[in-house]
């Protein structure tokens, strides 16, 4: 298949492709440059357990430092989750009224609020709409992990973990104009690759006769001449292709088959490739016109 024929299957599918990126372009438009953009910022959290002294003359199976180790992980773990409870939001709600007099619902900072683990390392990221909230957030997370963060994982006094923060917050950040306007871009390219990928696989099921060249192709014999058709244009896929049985219902394309007439004066034979054709003669000419295989 020469380019150029790649060229007429895009182009036949024009109709596919054309709304998909312009809808893909105005959604991803919207997104990135018209709703505010979103500030982020994360700390970063090492989990260090505190592990009591081997029992002189107790049998050691494995060193101090592997059950120090197994059990930090544990715990990151447990603090990935402890950061998304209640009691934290209400922690940090408190120390932003104190501190800002900005009342905040619990329920708004949890969401606010991811984490991920990385071994014995807790990322913990903030996200909202606004950048001085942003801000006040990570500064009460902050404040709470150093001065409350161990306490979560005692009732005694005892201090069975150290919670370090070896990353502070930093200033919140959103994606600058030019990155949100290159994501549009990139988009609504994806969305061209996508419907050309699409055009191509509807072009492999659609078993009609397209054009002279295709015809010239299926039947094997020259086209002698044509005369053009007045025709509408035809659907995406035949009606009666198994796929456009089943879509039907939902996508309404269900119409009696326009077809495409290639006119030739002279009867043809049976194509090779599984495409069927009926004839009907004209004035002083046999008009070839394409089925979808399995019509009457």
């Known amino acids: 298949m020469e380019f150029r024929e790649y060229g007429q299957i895009v182009w036949r599918r024009r109709r596919l492709i054309t709304p998909l990126v312009v809808v893909t372009f105005i959604a991803s438009l919207i997104f990135n440059l018209v709703i505010p953009p979103i500030y982020r910022t994360e700390i970063t959290v090492y989990i260090q357990a505190i592990i009591p002294a081997q029992v002189p003359g107790a049998t050691s199976y494995y060193p101090q430092d592997y059950w120090q180790t197994l059990y930090s992980?544990?715990?990151?773990?447990?603090?990935?989750?402890?950061?998304?409870?209640?009691?934290?939001?209400?922690?940090?709600?408190?120390?932003?009224?104190?501190?800002?007099?900005?009342?905040?619902?619990?329920?708004?900072?949890i969401e606010a609020f991811q984490t991920r683990k990385l071994h014995r390392a807790l990322i913990i990221t903030i996200t909202t709409g606004k950048e001085a909230l942003t801000r006040h957030l990570a500064e009460a997370a902050d404040d709470v992990l150093r001065t409350e963060g161990a306490a979560y994982f005692t009732r005694d006094g005892r201090q069975p973990v150290n919670v370090n923060v070896i990353d502070p917050p930093r200033d919140p950040k959103a994606p600058s104009i030019i990155r949100r306007f290159?994501?549009?871009?990139?988009?609504?390219?994806?969305?061209?690759?996508?419907g050309v990928g699409l055009a191509?696989?509807?072009?492999?099921?659609?078993?009609?006769?397209?054009?002279?060249?295709?015809?010239?192709?299926?039947?094997?014999?020259?086209?002698?001449?044509?005369?053009?058709?007045?025709?509408?244009?035809?659907?995406?896929?035949?009606p009666t292709h198994p796929v456009m049985t089943i879509l039907a219902p939902v996508v309404g394309w269900m119409r009696p088959d326009p077809a495409i007439p290639v006119r030739k004066a002279a009867t043809?034979?049976?194509?090779?490739?599984?495409?069927?054709?009926?004839?009907?003669?004209?004035?002083?000419?046999?008009?070839?016109?394409?089925?979808a295989r399995g019509a009457s």
């Open 268 to 291: 043809l034979p049976t194509p090779p490739d599984g495409k069927s054709t009926k004839t009907r003669t004209g004035t002083g000419a046999t008009r070839v016109t394409a089925r």
């Open 182 to 194: 290159l994501d549009v871009i990139i988009q609504a390219a994806v969305a061209f690759v996508a």
């Open 73 to 109: 992980e544990y715990l990151t773990d447990d603090l990935g989750v402890i950061i998304k409870t209640q009691d934290f939001a209400d922690k940090l709600a408190r120390r932003i009224e104190s501190r800002y007099a900005e009342r905040l619902e619990t329920k708004d900072i």
């Open 200 to 238: 191509f696989v509807l072009h492999y099921l659609d078993n009609r006769i397209q054009d002279a060249d295709d015809a010239t192709r299926t039947l094997g014999s020259p086209v002698l001449g044509v005369i053009p058709s007045d025709l509408p244009e035809p659907p995406i896929l035949a």
